[in-house]
């Protein structure tokens, strides 16, 4: 069965894709501020705790602390064996093994950066809060491809489908 996982401030929601029915709430309660999450191919589930300066796994009912001491860690994405972090206030985009815990620095000037998305080239599209997405090409450069903040309109998350892709895209 194909299952949505959520955030909520403190808890992890599971629910039934199908049956729109909540299967599993579990409680983080060292948790401050639980924003975005992610999976990795063993359904390990990442959960980024902005307020909290860490990053939380879930995996086989456990609770762990996987990264601390992370400035303001916001959007997630594993992809490739890595876990990719936009963090909000240093406002960069960082890419963390999870097994050795090295960390790469892959691109910087990304104002409230929350959304990710990996592309297979080895870039990023990223959203911030306050109405910017950026595209971060495979050598760190940031190019702004959005600005709504005239319009009030804010870019908190994003993805791409790609059966809906312009074929200059392809």
């Known amino acids: 069965r194909c299952h949505l996982y959520t955030t909520d401030i403190d808890r992890i929601h599971r629910i039934d894709l199908a049956t729109g029915a909540l299967l599993e709430t579990v409680?983080?309660?060292?948790?401050?501020a639980l924003n975005d999450i992610t999976v990795d191919p063993q359904g390990r589930l990442y959960c980024s705790d902005t307020?909290?300066?860490r990053i939380f796994t879930y995996f086989?009912?456990?609770i762990r602390t996987a990264l601390d001491s992370i400035q303001t860690p916001n959007g997630l994405y594993f992809f490739k064996s890595q876990l990719y972090l936009?963090?909000?206030?240093p406002q960069r985009l960082q890419a963390r093994n999870p097994q050795t815990r090295?960390?790469?620095?892959?691109a910087t000037g990304l104002p409230q950066a929350d959304g990710l998305e990996a592309m297979a080239d080895g870039s990023f599209w990223v959203?911030?809060?306050g109405g910017l997405v950026h595209w971060v090409a495979p050598d760190g450069k940031v190019h702004q491809l959005l600005d709504t903040r005239a319009e009030g309109i804010q870019?908190?998350?994003?993805?791409r489908i790609p059966s809906r892709q312009s074929h200059d895209e392809a």
């Open 155 to 159: 870019a908190a998350d994003l993805t």
């Open 51 to 53: 307020a909290g300066d």
């Open 60 to 62: 086989e009912g456990e």
């Open 127 to 129: 959203s911030s809060w």
């Open 102 to 106: 090295e960390i790469k620095e892959l």
């Open 86 to 89: 936009a963090q909000w206030t």
């Open 27 to 32: 409680a983080l309660p060292a948790a401050k």
